[in-house]
């Protein structure tokens, strides 16, 4: 029986993040994983995917790497090597979470946790005794009513990163974040795509200008996207899929399911302790809290959005809350998303669809007009502000197009520190760069734009 | 990534501390170990050392009241780069209603080695257009003062420097209203908001980092310009002292002791013309080596009749009365900036000559800033002391969780009755107040009745 301040269950980048911060407190801390350090994010998530897309990004450049006059000779891929440089980098940054667990302290438990009472969790045949524990267990594909993941032709995100050749026909169901990542990935090395949602647009939580215009962009791209749109049937058929899809049956080489994920909590023991749900994720108050005094949960099983920096910067709140600091609650208004397709998507705060009634001075500067995106050829995409029109506070941004990820932090600080439109056009936006696009976007919103 | 240095936490009642003095200057380089800054709270001074090697960035100046954890400053690693504009993850709190203690005449304040007088040759000053207004509203001259600015040059920030570090409390006054609120941290949406809606931000408790004023906080704020009635035209608050620090935990810990205990004083004499004679004989038997007070042979009175009278050394709870078998007598102790109560252990255990050597270390580490914390811990009477002031009797407040407090008055000459005939004596009255949950009062006459015995027959406190 050993005993720590504080056991974390969950090795990802809530569950690192928060064993690291409670550990920099002058806190004890076991942290359990039953699979690899860094979780989903590192390992079957962000991370591996990015590498996938860059490989892919690299291949399309080449392709039209004529324009720039410049000439490549039989451009071509090899999958498998695309597919190991993913893991590659995956492996490397599970080894580094390791040394930081090694550096700060913190007791690394490998094996399945269980919440034996409060202030016990059992890992394999050890209980370890503490006072607070954290949960940190993310989140798990979710299946399509019956239809569930085979690994043969119906892949979950885990196949989707791995595979061993290219489907040449590829059906997409759901076209969140992730399907509309695999969706670009899997277009730009050559795969006749097919993305449905069944929602009117695809990518639903983004803006309807950004939704729009990403629907465009990947149409342009070859990819047949179907919106309003369900999946009646999906079966493994002899060595590809049968899907039926608005009455008709058509046949796929794979499918990947991406239609979102749920909170990870079975075996955990939860349930028997009280511990308060809603729709399979724990209900946490703004401290990260569960209803239980001593258990805390932070990351995908707390509840979306299921993004990584929301679960990092939870596991700061939890953290710091367990060493009896008082800190900000999360503000979900406040958590930027990006997507990583071609082009790409960042966005921050309201979206022009949740106004209402409220007065709006809304900025969407296309990206064709700033110097920078044309000398480069990205000149897809635009740079959509939102102010309220009584206050003049930046309300939203949303942003499509290439590296946008990249630019989305600036209007994250600038909506943090609640400033207005004032501010942003004191600000001096160094040129040339694609930044300047944000600053353009703020002065056409308040009717000053200068390259339009 | 910078180390953070935290404003350290002593003991789990700290609630408020501030960085009293940075040892490292801003920018200079410290090595693991060496005295970073010195941490005062409401109870202790407190030297903090580095924990490790780099260059140290300040983020909270000096005298600028904080919580427990907050960061004060980082250090940098010996690789990495120090940004020219560091100032932290947050600048440091800019607190105007904590007026500068000190008048450090605004050339001094500069921490320039060399500081440069913006006065050329010719005696035209150079200053900053900004500067200049900000010096007319503020009623602050530029001639003297130190310019931050190329080539000496006054810049604002120069100007309200010298403005906050010149006039103390005045200062409050002297700023116009706008000015004040410049100096408020509230987000720029906030900032808006009130000059909008006419609230005044400086009067704003605000929620967000730091206690930054952001928009929520706008919300329940009162604002002048709907008010249809004229402001309270009351008596003239000439200046505010804030309640923070030793001033804010004394006025909790009297307050509490107060509403949560029963108490009650009561006042006895002690013919006090042996003890002016032991002590004027111990004065010149102990030269060099002790000065025993007054008070001292008190708190040794006390410390015997304590062993004869143990419920006056309890602690009581709603279930039991807990007698502590040490006694460890705590002494009120005057500062400028409040009061300290250091505690003589193991009092019962230690002779006059020690009392007093002991009491006036204490004394001088109080008023030096140099108690440590075990110097606070676990008193269980105490002793306060006013006589000096010309006090005759007063209701002392007992520290809790204690069950009584002595207040010792001055020295009087008073009178005895010899048959017919008064005799002039020397007298000297005892004000006890006590815990009536847990000794009646009976029992706590007797008690002082012996603190005075002790007290007209001194030698027994010899013994």
Known sequence: MKEFDVVVIGGGPGGYAAGIRAAQLGLSVALVEREALGGTCLNWGCIPTKSLLHSAELYTQMCSASDFGIEAKSVGFDLSKIVQKSRQAADQLSQGIAQLMKKNKIEVFTGDASVVSVGQVQVGDQVLVTDSIVIATGAEQKSLGPIAIDGQQIWGAREAMTPTALPARLLIVGAGAIGVEFASFYRALGSAVTLLEVAPNILPAEDIDISALAAEALSQRGINVQVGQGLEGLASVAGCVEATIAGETLEFDAAILSVGVAGRVQGLGLEALGVTMNQGFVVVDERQQTSVPGIYAIGDVAGAPCLAHKATHEAMIAAETIAGHFVQGLQRDRIPGCTYSFPQIASIGLREQDAGDRALRIGRFPLYANGKAVVSGHTEGMIKTIFDSKTGALLGAHLIGDSVTELIQGFTVAIGLETTEHELLETIFPHPTVSEAMQESVMLAFDRPLHL | ?463
Not at chain 2, 319 to 346: F, K, Y
């Open chain 2, 1 to 463: 990534m910078p180390r953070e240095i935290y404003l350290v936490k002593v003991g789990m009642t700290m609630t408020e501390g501030m960085v009293s003095e940075w040892f490292i200057a801003d920018g200079a380089a410290v090595k693991k170990g060496e005295m970073l800054y010195s941490l005062e709270t409401e109870k202790v001074n407190l030297d903090v050392d580095a924990e490790m090697d780099g260059i140290v960035k300040h983020t909270a100046e000096a005298g600028v009241m904080l919580a427990p954890g907050d960061v004060v400053g980082y250090i940098f690693a010996a690789d990495e780069e120090v940004p020219a504009d560091f100032s932290g993850v947050a600048s440091p709190a800019v607190a105007v209603v904590d007026a500068p203690k000190s008048e450090v005449p605004a050339a001094a304040v500069s921490a320039a080695p060399e500081p440069i007088v913006a006065e050329t040759i010719d005696g035209r000053l150079k200053s900053s257009p900004a500067a200049r207004r900000l010096a007319g509203e503020l009623g602050v001259t530029l001639v003297g003062l130190v310019g931050s600015g190329p080539g000496g040059r006054i810049v604002e920030a120069d100007v309200s420097e010298a403005s906050l570090q010149s006039s103390g409390t005045a200062m409050t006054q002297a700023i116009s209203g706008q000015t004040q609120e410049a100096l408020v941290k509230a987000s720029p949406l906030a900032r808006r908001l009130a000059a909008e809606r006419g609230i005044d931000l400086s009067r704003i408790q605000g929620s967000g980092p730091q206690g930054r004023i952001v928009q929520g906080d706008l919300d329940q704020a009162p604002s002048s310009r709907l008010s249809a009635t004229p402001a309270q035209v009351g008596p003239l608050a000439g200046s505010s002292v804030p309640v923070r620090g030793m001033r804010k935990t004394i006025a909790q810990r009297m307050h509490q002791s107060l509403q949560t205990s029963a108490q009650l004083s009561m006042d006895m004499t002690a013919q006090m013309d042996d003890a002016v004679r032991l002590r004027g004989q111990l004065l010149k038997e102990w030269d060099g080596e002790a000065r025993p007070s007054y008070t001292d042979l008190v708190i040794k009175a006390v410390a015997k009749a304590l062993g004869q009278h143990p419920m006056m050394n309890s602690r009581f709870d709603d279930t039991e009365i807990t007698l502590l078998r040490e006694i460890h007598m705590g002494l009120a102790v005057s500062v400028p900036e409040g009061l300290l109560v250091p505690v003589i252990r193991n009092v019962h255990e230690l002779d006059l000559k020690e009392i007093a050597q002991e009491s006036a270390r204490l004394a001088t580490a109080a008023r030096n800033g140099t108690l440590g914390l075990d110097d606070y811990a676990g008193g269980t009477f105490t002793i306060s002391a006013l006589g000096m002031f010309g006090v005759n009797s007063f209701t002392p407040i007992i520290n809790q969780p204690q069950t009584g407090i002595l207040g010792v008055n001055q020295l009087f000459d008073g009178l005895t009755w010899d048959g017919d005939k008064p005799i002039k004596t020397k007298q000297m009255n005892l004000s006890l107040t006590w815990d009536h949950r847990a000794v009646d009062g009976a029992p706590a006459a007797e008690f002082l009745a012996s603190v005075v015995e002790f007290l007209s027959e001194p030698y027994r406190l010899l013994l």
